[in-house]
């Protein structure tokens, strides 16, 4: 029975893979045999040469002491950043004002209003209970603090979006000039552009505010490009044949025909913005994103965790709404739409008022629910029971050690023994094999990059966590994601799980790792797990539920066993998704480097957090950059070319 | 390119014409609702925490201010007191080069005067363990013991353990420069160091940590201080060859300039504001350990030190 199974999807693959790959090698071996003799001949040494660095150091002190310097003073900063820095305080502070005067029922009126009028009754009820329980959570000012920089660091990464988006969808040439530019803006660690934005607009809101916009803005940008490239050729041909200006192609057909990516691109915006209200705080941010730091400073979880949740809250409430918006699109409008909009507005007016007559403008503080003390006992609980001497098994503590001496050791000193110009020709054959010879020339820059940087060894310490987070992420992703794709039921448990280690501040769990994995690489790679896991197993679940029914029935009629069809059947035709969740789960475990620094994960995570403890611009912005590199070139490795093409649409 | 004109000159009309000033930009959210604010920034320190939370307590329900707090590192809050973000830094461990620019150069920063509390940097070991092995508290002896401080993740060697990047420290240059078979990890947080500190003290471990005092974990995780050689002025004059203790450091309060000339009866309170290594330690203890709010802390404190308190008042 079991050898009547559907090999057809195979046969591809191998018939293609045969020619390249053998090729491919073939002639990098012979470069190799040329270029590793000289190199090693000239800079004979294991680790990057030292011949070949560039120290950036006393450029950038100098830059900074400049800045620091000129920063009351210069035209530069008295006329243009002064101003955008001012614009960002007014307008930050007129939307906080408006929200204190609305008061808690107010805002939480018009929210519920606007989620029922844009998505529905169900959305509603959500939202205002979201609401509702930020402030029994006693968070109601932090979160009003985190509102209004969220509203304005959106509308400004929309709008910046939205300009370079317009630039790259009309244009080729800017197209081609910004997607660099865009990839780096998403890679480039937040920590380590924080320190250069705070050194030019001072700790606090506004520096907050534009690091979250040149974190937030690429999605729009991109997805509003992807619309106007994606508008259906033949409308288009139908207006221009009408006579109308490219002006008003744009305005009338073009803009409109792009309003769902438009819309998505919106919704990514704001998710982006959000997972930077803590990490902002590290610059005086203040709001919700303070409190879960400074809860962090007397280790106490609990309160951590009452920060955090009106984080998360906000999160699934606006992605929920502004995604229910977007499937909303399209269709035929309501009857009536405006007037209950009208309703809606008065109805939020009416209570506001209302409760600003009841003199209840502020959360009563006697409505506060205090979750932080039974948290922290569970915590205890947790630490206390699992740390080590649990019978069999071992304890956490046991398996952390375990791990750092039987993995993370051997991984990181075998990439640190490598001679360095090996390094550069395994990621020149693994980006050729899987892309072509552009891709593994500029995976093969990015990392010599990163030795001229002068940051070889601790660059290769992190790859080393990178690789193992990885590969346990993969790991635990393909599992669930296999099982939530065989049962809806698993799906329908994880999806509020996933949520919330989704959009959960990193911070948060910063002392439960420590706790459970003691201070070292074993936490941080345990972090960067927990992060990267929804995505993963999210991509893996799509992936494996859209492989075509037809396919699967086939297989069944065949008489293919359930774990045939899985191994034989879905995971073939499922290979795209999966590589995108290989991707993925590089690209975001890449992006908690900086908290595995922060619980004793050393190397590159450290010295980003460093230079912004320091106020050191060359050691934060310097191995801000080697993590860029190191993103560029993994990305590069792990990215089939097909995809990129597409992508770039 | 007209979008960017637009743009410019309406950010030309909403703040004003002509120079923008960056040093005098308070936060958006103080002064909300017309209440006099003082903001104070908050290192990540629970002693910080302290002195911050029994400032807050005083301004707001003896003086009427509204308080806001913002967490900053050290080198930064150093930054934003210089531009007027933060109103004044209530715990300062000693930073010459910023000193140098910003309240001598630049005029910015004034000095606020002693905290009344002076703080020691050091290596320490738990008490349990130098009772049973007396001679460890003598850095001439820490090799012996390398062994058993030895983690997974100090490869061969002993693990010295120190924490946030924020915190001065030479334990690098002083390890190589005493020949110690030890290696300095770093735990990158203070939040993290102090969980790691109770898990070993948990299970009664040996190990060995960069630590400070005053602090509150003393309450809790008892620990003894390792002698290292002693400090003489100027010891740690060149980073590279330190071989000598930390100093003892009283702890300074900074103002911003402008907050110290006009900020009333707030900075005359800031500028008194003078206590005890006790009187922060009990604070400390009751925000970290009993889990009280800073503001509750606070509050405790005030009831049963009344006549502290009052002499700031005056």
Known sequence: MATVTTTAPRIAVPGVLKHPVPRKLLLLALAAAILVPLANARWASGSWPAALTVDFTEPLTKASVWIIDNRDSHPLFLYFFGHISNAVVIAVRAVYLVLLAAGWAGVTAAGALVAWRVAGFRLAAGTGIAFLACGFLGMWIPTMQTLALMVVAVLASVAVGALLGLAAGLSDRMDRILRPVLDTMQVLPAYAYLLPVVLVFGMGVPAAVLATVVYAAPPMARLTALGLRGADKEVLEAVESLGTTARQRLLTARIPLARKELLLGLNQTIMMALSMAVIASVIGAGGLGDRVYQALGSVDVGAALAAGIPIVLLAVVLDRVTGAAGEALGDEPQPGGRARWVYALVAAVAVAVAGRLAGRLDWPDAWALNIAEPVNRAVDWMTDHLYSGVPVIGGTADWAAHFTTWVLDPVRDTLQWLPWWSVLLIVAALAWLIGTWRTALSAVLAMAAIGVLGVWTPTLDTLSQVLAAVAVTLALGFATGIAAARSDRVERLLRPVLDVFQTMPQFVYLIPVVALFGVGRAPAVAAAVVYALPAVVRITTQGLRQVDPAALEASRSLGATPAQQLRQVQLPLARPALLLAVNQGVVLVLAVVIIGGLVGGGALGYEVVAGLAQGDLATGLVAGAAIVCLGLMLDRVTQPTERRAKKGA | ?314
Request: charged share 25%; glycine share 6%.
């Open chain 2, 1 to 314: 390119m007209t979008a960017v004109v637009a743009g410019v000159s309406s950010l030309a009309l909403l703040t004003g014409c002509g120079a923008a000033d960056m040093t005098k930009q308070a936060s958006p959210f103080a002064n909300a609702q017309g209440a006099k604010t003082v903001t104070l920034s908050v290192q990540s320190w629970v002693g910080a925490q302290a002195n911050v939370a029994v400032a807050q307590y005083l301004l707001e329900h003896k003086l009427g201010y509204r308080v806001d707090t913002v967490q900053i590192d050290e080198v930064p809050a150093w930054d934003a007191l210089s531009q007027g973000r933060v109103d004044a830094l209530m715990e300062d461990w000693g930073h010459p080069e910023e000193e140098q620019r910003y309240v001598k150069d630049k005029k910015t920063i004034v000095p606020g005067g002693d905290l009344g509390v002076t703080g020691h940097i050091g290596w320490f070991v738990p008490t349990y363990f130098a009772e049973q092995h007396p001679d460890v508290t003598d850095w001439k002896n820490l090799d012996k013991y390398a062994d058993q401080m030895r983690t997974a993740e100090s490869g061969g060697k002993g693990q010295l353990m120190d924490g946030s990047p924020s915190y001065v420290t030479n334990d690098k240059a002083l390890v190589e420069n005493l020949d110690l078979d030890y290696q300095v990890v770093f735990a990158g947080s203070e939040a993290a160091q102090i969980t790691q500190i109770k898990q070993f003290a948990k299970e009664k471990k040996p190990f060995l940590t960069y630590w400070y005092s005053p602090q509150w974990l003393f309450k809790k995780v008892p620990m003894t201080e390792v002698k290292l050689p002693e400090y003489k002025e100027g010891c740690d004059a060149d980073p590279e060859k330190v071989a000598c203790a930390y100093p003892h450091t009283p702890l300074q309060k900074y103002l911003n300039a402008d907050f110290a000339k006009t900020g009333g009866e707030a900075a005359a309170l800031l500028k008194k504001f003078k206590w005890t290594t006790e009187d922060q330690n009990e604070v400390s203890l009751m925000i970290a350990e009993q889990k009280l709010s800073p503001e509750e802390a606070a509050k405790k404190w005030a009831d049963s030190h009344e006549s502290t308190w009052k002499a700031w008042l005056s």
